[in-house]
């Protein structure tokens, strides 16, 4: 146990680079990690052994959406809808001050949605359905599972057995099953039509255009059978009015290598030469344009760079001038999906666009609980085989700092009156990386632009700000933003890591036969960038 409350001290010592102050704790997060630790989430399960703690968390994720959203819930009781789905689904309306909460009128018919969402679960894999979880400028940032194949028709009991290994899961699934579903299954030949219709329609209420497919499979393959396709295959090209995204994405498989290699996820590329990848990388070619990135080198890029590029297209996606939302799906939507789910609601909540009112403690304990925790995923059997992608989606927030992942950049750019020649500061960071070098690296160019401020260490600083000519005051905000949003970061990833290395950290790492703990920890903290590095690039 000293071990434990050494690396957590460890933690806060790092999170103690920027501010000067340990992060401050959501008070709820290390009794939210301890029970996502213990086991899965089920929404069946949430009045049994636990269900206290499990209340809690629920009651809690309703106070912080409450915070700047008016919603309604859709109940999901017992896991009614789907076993593994949170019991209260918040479906965000629209943005609201403390007065307007008084006089919210709810503009959606829940039972209607509900009936839809009924109708529609058949379509995707494990009855992970199509479930609006971000609201930005009006749309809707959505998740569900890709789509099921005829794996399904065989029942969800012997589905779920099938995929996923003979799993005590299929037992658990094999309740889900209702009278409805069974009828709709004995009409094989229209089966299709008939649930992927109800999905289709259930998109479009949601008003979702773009759908992202992050599967490294165009049809998931389980003992010789199909029992998952997804919308880039479907024969019949229900989905064609759609844009359809083909991003493969590695699995949770791949997150053991992760941490095999002490948590580094530089140089770390994914074996695109796999037997089972056949989904090539397909994004219509006008969606790419403006990102200036080589897209052709996709299989090139280690773990970093490909979580950065995808994140920059989402985020590009949800930022644009349309007001169509993001469907964002994998295999089962537990691992990959909320994965991404969670680095757009930090991002976006970094630049002041969601979530306003929440403190860096409040939003991580959000984005762990409601996109992690009671959407299902498995950190139990997860950190059994050392396949890290929960803790990897927060260790990375170091990596998307930057105003590059900023949506404030273009929605400034599109705003900006025109000005008369020469370089501001935004010149300056707009220049391409291998042109302008690290902000923080003592041999690139751009450092020798900030080093004369006393205090420059790749933030915007007074001497920066100066640099903007005169009577731009927009800029001066912009830039001070962009500092915030990195402050930000730090403090949400400061705040995990500290909570995660007392908690699941000691869990996550196989004892050692030597009973070497001291050194498995200072593996561990050196492997999150807690030792070895500069108290800058915490």
């Known amino acids: 146990m000293a071990g434990a409350r050494a690396a957590a001290a460890t933690a806060s010592a790092g999170s103690s680079a920027s501010s000067g102050n340990p992060p401050p704790q959501e008070p709820g997060l290390g009794e939210l990690l301890e029970e996502f630790s213990r086991t899965q989430y089920r929404a069946k399960d949430g009045s049994g052994t636990g269900g206290s703690k499990v209340e809690r968390i629920e009651k809690r994720c309703l106070e912080l959406f409450g915070r700047d959203y008016c919603f309604s819930v859709i109940p999901n009781t017992n896991g009614d809808i789907c076993g593994h789905y949170p019991r209260h689904i ?55 599972a890709t789509l099921a194949g005829w794996g399904e028709l065989y029942g969800r009991s012997g589905y779920n ?39 289709i329609k259930l998109l479009r209420y949601l008003s979702v255009k773009y759908i992202c497919d992050l599967m490294v499979e165009n049809k998931k393959v389980k003992f010789g059978m199909n029992v998952t396709s997804s919308e880039k295959v479907d024969k019949a090209q229900r989905y064609a009015d759609f844009t359809l995204l083909s991003i493969p994405y590695p ?112 939003i991580l304990y959000l984005t762990v609980a409601y996109d992690w925790f009671l959407f299902g995923h498995m950190l139990v059997d997860r950190l059994s085989k050392g396949e890290e992608i929960f803790f990897f989606c927060f260790n990375f927030l170091k990596h998307i700092t930057s105003e590059e992942f900023s949506a404030l950049k273009t929605q400034r750019r599109k705003s900006l009156p025109a000005r008369d020649g020469g370089f501001t500061l935004e010149d300056i960071c707009m220049l391409r990386r291998k042109d302008r070098g690290s902000t923080t690296s003592l041999g690139s160019d751009f450092s020798l632009v900030m080093e004369s401020s006393p205090g420059a260490t790749g933030s915007f600083t007074y001497e ?23 402050t930000r970061l730090q403090e949400v990833r400061s705040a995990f890591l500290a909570a995660y290395s007392s908690t699941v950290g000691l869990r996550a790492v196989a004892p050692s036969p030597s009973g070497a703990i001291g050194g498995l920890l200072e593996q561990f903290a050196r492997g999150v960038g807690l030792r070895g590095i500069s108290s800058n690039a915490l």
């Not at 995707?124 to 940032?141: S, T």
């Not at 996923?164 to 229209?190: F, Y």
């Not at 219509?284 to 760079?305: A, E, G, K, R």
């Open 464 to 486: 920066a700000v100066e640099l903007v000519p005169a009577g731009a005051p927009t800029q001066t905000a912009w830039l001070a933003a962009l500092s915030d949003r990195e």
């Open 251 to 362: 699995g949770c498989e791949f997150f053991k290598e992760y941490k095999d290699r002490d948590y580094m996820a530089e140089g770390l590329i994914f074996n695109w030469k796999q037997d089972y990848v056949d989904a090539p990388l397909s994004i219509p070619d006008f969606l790419t344009h403006s990102l200036n990135i080589d897209w052709s080198q996709y299989q090139c890029w280690d773990l970093v760079q490909q979580t950065q590029n995808y994140l920059k297209l989402l985020l590009s996606l949800v930022n644009s001038d349309d007001d169509s939302g993001l469907l964002v799906h994998c295999i089962s939507g537990w691992d990959r999906t909320p994965l991404f789910i969670s680095l757009l609601r930090l991002s976006l909540w970094a630049d002041g666009l969601i979530h306003t009112s929440l403190k860096p403690a409040e």
């Open 90 to 144: 918040v479906f965000l309306e629209y943005e609201s001050s403390e007065k307007e909460k008084d006089t919210f009128e709810s503009t959606v018919q829940v039972s209607k949605l509900q009936d839809l969402i009924h109708r529609s679960k058949m379509a995707r894999c494990r009855g992970r359905f199509v479930c609006p979880v971000i609201l930005f400028k009006g749309k809707h940032i959505c998740r569900s």
């Open 161 to 199: 057995y099938f995929f996923s290994g003979g799993a005590d899961d299929a037992w658990a699934d094999a309740e889900d099953v209702t009278e409805e579903d069974c009828a709709l299954r004995s009409g094989d030949a229209h089966l299709f039509d008939k649930v992927r219709g109800y999905d």
